[in-house]
């Protein structure tokens, strides 16, 4: 089964950016759809992005719309998260996710049914 690892996160000022990464490794990384959850102390873990295997097709949370970006690179086994205009409510521990049913990743309930999930990376977002 594949075995995920996540990079990138970090403390930014709100308004900047930041890129995520996730490297894959064993399994087959083209045969999964991969997705993006994140976390806040108090919180259940949210949906944030999913990809399919292909990468034709994605889909975000509603509040991230418009500022993060998805995507997936098969040849190097890696998917990315590109955060733009970054807010302090983005504050959270960011989780890579890899399925074979591209559905279980698209909804914030889909994660108790993720099939490997990386170890996480926190992001924290100062006002």
């Known amino acids: 089964q594949v075995q995920l690892v996540e990079s990138g996160g970090g403390l930014v000022q709100a308004g900047g950016s930041l890129r995520l990464s996730c490297a894959a490794s064993g399994g087959t990384f083209s045969s999964n759809a991969m997705g993006w959850f994140r976390q806040s102390p108090g919180k259940e873990r949210e949906f944030v992005a999913a990809i399919s295997w292909s990468g034709g097709t994605t889909y975000y949370a509603e509040s991230v719309k418009g500022r993060f970006t998805i995507s997936r690179d098969n040849a190097k086994n890696t998917v990315s998260l590109q955060m733009n205009s970054l807010k302090p409510e983005d504050t959270a521990v960011y989780y890579c996710?890899?399925?074979?049913?591209?559905?279980?990743?698209?909804?914030?309930?889909?994660?108790?049914?993720?099939?490997?999930w990386g170890q996480g990376t926190l992001v924290t977002v100062s006002s």
């Open positions: 996710a890899a399925d074979s049913d591209f559905a279980t990743i698209t909804y914030d309930g889909g994660y108790k049914y993720v099939e490997v």
